[in-house]
């Protein structure tokens, strides 16, 4: 896409006397790189990808798949980056992929997560000006077959998008990257597709309850406090 222009001067047609003509040469668009995070997603991982392609680079991180999740990804022609989550945890292994993107900005997406047609358009409208160097989405969460509208879980603004190196994933289970200057909204949402049933988010619940257990207990924490 074309986003303005930039002179460059040389000779008139004709020579003459010296004049210069100025050809128009479009500047290069920033290079956006999604990262995603995946480990036995094999069911999901295709549409999220195929979600993707708008972007210039897709880099996913498996954090050790015994399924086929890192081959369907390699088959669609995405980066793979191998290493275990409990090495350090998923937002490390998060980190771990937007260290090795090559693009000028980062789009963090996990493996449930959807990026729609308007969404895409609208990421890339605001990469030819941006207005900051992050920027926040509403996450809507698909559950036991409706969008959830409240609750807290929306509109759950969350950073996604950022120019590389304005932020990155804290290292803490469920906390988000937070800006040192101003945030921009957009306007679509990302779509959320992370429960297929009831028990799927209890299996969820209680894996996640754990992760943060030993968080605190590695700060220190005793029981109960």
């Known amino acids: 896409a074309l986003t303005g222009v930039t002179g460059v001067t040389g000779p008139a047609p004709g020579g003459g006397d ?3 003509s100025r050809a128009i040469v479009p500047p290069v668009e920033p290079r956006l790189s999604a990262v995603v995070i995946a480990e036995n997603e094999e ?3 295709g549409p999220t990808l195929d979600a993707l392609a708008f972007c210039d680079e897709i880099v996913l991180v498996d954090g050790g798949s015994t399924d086929r999740t890192a081959a369907i990804a390699r088959d669609l022609g995405v980066r793979v980056i191998e290493h275990p989550s409990d090495d350090g945890g998923i937002h490390a292994n998060k980190n771990r992929g937007i260290e090795s993107a090559t693009g000028d900005w980062i ?16 990421i890339r ?10 920027y ?9 077959g409706r969008w959830i509208r409240h609750s807290g ?12 190196g304005a932020t990155r994933w804290p290292l803490e289970v469920h906390q988000v990257p937070a800006a040192g200057g101003p945030v921009a909204t957009l306007i679509e949402p990302l779509d959320h ?14 894996h996640f309850a754990g ?7 590695e700060r220190g924490a005793t029981p109960g406090s």
Do not use: Q
């Open 107 to 122: 789009l963090s997406i996990d493996a449930d997560e959807v990026v729609s047609p308007a969404l895409a358009a609208e």
């Open 211 to 217: 992760c943060e257990a030993v968080e605190r207990l």
């Open 153 to 164: 879980w929306w509109p759950g603004y969350v950073i996604r998008l950022w120019k590389k």
């Open 193 to 206: 597709h992370s429960y297929i049933d009831l028990a799927d988010w209890g299996r969820k619940v209680i």
């Open 136 to 144: 926040r989405v509403a996450r809507r969460t698909w559950f036991l």
């Open 125 to 134: 409208a605001a990469l030819r000006a941006p207005t900051a160097d992050c």
């Open 18 to 20: 010296g004049e210069h």
């Open 43 to 45: 069911a999901i991982i």
